[in-house]
C-alpha cells in the first residue's frame, strides 16, 4: 500500500499550488483522506480532510478560504488546491488515509496510512 504525493515546490506569496496525492496498492474510496504539514521545528499538523463520498471537509483555521481539498474515487485520488499561499505555509506536505469514512478527524492517530510528504516553500 503506498501514497504518493506530489504537485509541491517553490511559489512566491500569494501564488498556487496543486498537490495531489495517489494510492496504490489499495482502494481508499471508502475511507476519509486528510492533509498534514510539518514545518521545520515543528509539529505536523492537519490542514484538511474530506470523507468518502466528498460531502464533508474540514480545515485548519490558518488555512480556510484559501486551500480546498477535493477527490476523485475512480482515480484513488485526493487533491489541495492551496490559493494565496503566504511563507508561512512552507512545510512538508503528507497525504494519509484513515481508518474513517465519514468522520473528518484532525488527529494523526485517526489516520493509518501516510504518503511520503513534498516540500512547498513560499518565498515573500
Known amino acids: 500500500v503506498q501514497l504518493q504525493a506530489s504537485g509541491g515546490g517553490l511559489v512566491q506569496a500569494g501564488g498556487s499550488l496543486k498537490l495531489s496525492c495517489v494510492a496504490s496498492?489499495?482502494?481508499?474510496?471508502?475511507?476519509?483522506r486528510g492533509w498534514f504539514r510539518q514545518a521545520p521545528g515543528k509539529e505536523r499538523e492537519f490542514v484538511s480532510g474530506i470523507s468518502w463520498s466528498g460531502g464533508s471537509t474540514d480545515y485548519a483555521d490558518s488555512v480556510k478560504g484559501r486551500f480546498t481539498i477535493s477527490r476523485d474515487n475512480a482515480k484513488n485520488t485526493v487533491y489541495l488546491q492551496m490559493n494565496s499561499l503566504k511563507p508561512a505555509d512552507t512545510a512538508v506536505y503528507y497525504c494519509?488515509?484513515?481508518?474513517?469514512?465519514?468522520?473528518?478527524?484532525?488527529?494523526?492517530?485517526?489516520?493509518?496510512?501516510w504518503g511520503q510528504g513534498t516540500q512547498v516553500t513560499v518565498s515573500s
Open positions: 494519509a488515509a484513515s481508518r474513517s469514512n465519514v468522520r473528518v478527524g484532525r488527529l494523526i492517530s485517526e489516520y493509518d496510512y
Open positions: 496498492g489499495r482502494t481508499f474510496s471508502n475511507n476519509v
